[in-house]
């Protein structure tokens, strides 16, 4: 029996120490990889080709799936569904003064959670109130120990974003966090371009927003890498606490969950990044922009933004963004937005003989740095103040003026072809000019200062770049394979983007038409 018994000791002894030898391997390997990952994330230039970019992008993905073996815990724990923790987040948001009368959460097809009016609420009436102390926020990460790790740290310091991400993982592993109520009912996964493999990736070619995606995706890999060393290196008591949690698959996690639900909310004596419960449960309609922060009463008061029966699903408004911003940071296409935009990326060649002049007339509007110009939806009633609309789910920002533009073809594109397609006479006439506003305006007083003939090259020149964008979507159509949710959002992204170029094209057609062909030189 002795012997038996001191033989299974030694068994038990010897497979812990075997355990911990493996631990520390791992750690080892981990290191390593890591360590490859800072270095592929440092090196990156942004005038790379785009081959070279989605070669780059390979090679993060690659080290990150070997990262995310190591770091993935042998048995997955079987967590509870979300929607069988919707009662208990209701208890907790009631028993802290949370108003929802007439609001339940429901699930609904294309949209996984949202909200459902158990009555009808009319236009402009009060339908939700949040107290600020149910928000999680980016002062509350301050106020937490982990305001020891922003002290030092200066990203965190600059990223409220960030803060709020590492925050929400620190409380997720706190079973008695304040907010457990609300992190059990938040989504397990997310549709960003986060959790999209390199084929549903590729599929975005010839779009914009590929390059956007991998730009993120560089991002996001890096700020793990970076933080992944500090919490491995720094002695503090609060990264010890960050170790065994700080997984890739963890950050990519709270990092959506902060892109597609996080606020910015105006409190009394500062502005703060905030996740807002039960009302960032609503998905997005067309409309307006009906939530505040009320800062007598600390709360945050969501309006109906139209009228809405019982029954149906209440929707609020995000903002006025374009497909690329919906699709990159929340995850999701909205094909009636009447604030798409496509973004066209120009760019005066190096071998141009004329680029100084041409380059200098740019700077002079203040697009010396641009490379992207914005072609809009047909009629994209829109102000730059409102296109501005940081990452939140557009909250306080009713008083943004929005007015019609009368073009698919923005001031700056506009400013850019007319600049583009100018001879030696023209840019002598226009160098001549402080600031020359006339070539970003369509009023009929500057088409004629600027002559028919100019703009008859430029919107041609439009013209044919918008049609050979076409042909490259064209070209681009996979066949058809089973539409997973991320590959149904390429593909409605995709078509809205067409969309924008037959607008473009059509409009672009009317305005060569109606030029008068006399001043033609
Ligand atoms: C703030 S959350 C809204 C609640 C979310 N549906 C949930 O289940 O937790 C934002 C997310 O909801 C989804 N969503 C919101 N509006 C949508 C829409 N109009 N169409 C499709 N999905 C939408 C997207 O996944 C988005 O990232």
Request: charged residues 25%; contains cysteine; glycine residues 4%.
């Amino acid at each position: 029996m002795g012997r038996k018994s001191s033989s299974k000791q030694n068994t038990k002894k010897n497979s812990s120490k075997e355990g911990s030898k493996y631990e520390q391997q791992k750690r080892k390997e981990l290191a390593v990889l890591v360590d490859k990952l800072l270095k592929l994330t440092s090196i990156f230039q942004a005038t790379v080709t785009p081959a070279k970019s989605w070669e780059h992008y390979l090679e993060i993905e690659s080290l990150l799936k070997q990262i995310q073996n190591i770091e993935a815990p042998k048995t997955k724990s079987e967590t509870p569904s979300r929607e069988s923790n919707i009662q208990e987040f209701l208890k907790w948001l009631s028993e802290n003064e949370a108003q929802y009368e007439g609001v339940e959460i429901a699930s609904f097809k294309g949209y996984d959670l949202g909200l459902k009016a158990t009555k009808d609420f009319k236009e402009g009436s009060l339908m939700l109130t949040i107290p600020r102390k149910v928000m999680m926020s980016e002062q509350d990460a301050r106020e937490s120990i982990l305001g020891k790790f922003i002290e030092v740290d200066p990203l965190l310091q600059n990223m409220p974003n960030i803060t709020l991400a590492l925050f929400l993982l620190m409380e997720k592993s706190k079973p008695d966090s304040f907010w457990a109520p609300y992190i059990a009912v938040l989504p397990e996964r997310y549709s960003t371009i986060l959790y999209f493999t390199p084929e549903e990736l590729a599929e975005l070619k010839p779009s914009p927003v590929l390059e956007s995606s991998l730009k993120l995706y560089r991002s996001i890999a890096r700020q793990y890498a970076y933080f992944y060393m500090k919490i491995h290196t720094l002695d503090l008591p609060v990264v010890k606490n960050l170790q065994d949690i700080f997984t890739f698959e963890n950050y990519r996690w709270a990092v959506s969950t902060v892109m597609t639900r996080q606020n910015n909310i105006s409190l009394s004596h500062a502005d703060t990044t905030a996740f807002i419960p039960l009302w960032d449960m609503c998905n997005h309609q067309h409309g307006k922009i009906t939530t505040d922060f009320n800062k007598e009463l600390s709360r945050g008061e969501c309006f109906a933004l139209r009228d809405f029966a019982a029954g149906e699903q209440l929707f609020i408004f995000y903002g006025a963004r374009p497909n690329s911003d919906l699709f990159l940071h929340n995850g999701f296409v909205y094909p009636d937005n009447q604030y798409d935009s496509l973004s066209l990326c120009l760019g005066i060649s190096s071998e141009d003989p004329r680029r100084a002049a041409r380059r200098a007339l740019l700077s002079r509007l203040g697009l010396g740095g641009a490379a992207h110009y914005p072609l809009y939806a047909a009629a994209a009633p829109v102000s730059a103040e409102l296109r501005a609309i940081p990452c939140g789910l557009g909250w306080g920002a009713a008083h943004c003026p929005l007015y019609a533009a009368a073009a698919p073809v923005s001031a700056e594109l506009r400013a850019f072809v007319r600049i583009f397609c100018m001879d030696e006479e023209d840019l002598t006439k226009w160098s001549s000019h402080n600031v020359p506003s006339e070539l970003v305006s369509s009023e009929p007083s500057s088409a004629e200062a600027v002559g028919a003939a100019l703009d008859r090259k430029a919107y041609n020149y439009l013209m044919t770049r918008c049609k050979l964008l076409k042909t490259l979507y064209a070209k681009s159509k996979t066949e058809e394979k089973e539409l997973t949710l991320h590959r149904n959002n390429v593909k409605l992204l995709k078509e809205c983007e067409v969309r924008i170029l037959d607008g473009a094209i059509e409009y672009l057609q009317g305005v060569i038409d109606s030029l008068p062909v006399e001043e033609t030189k």
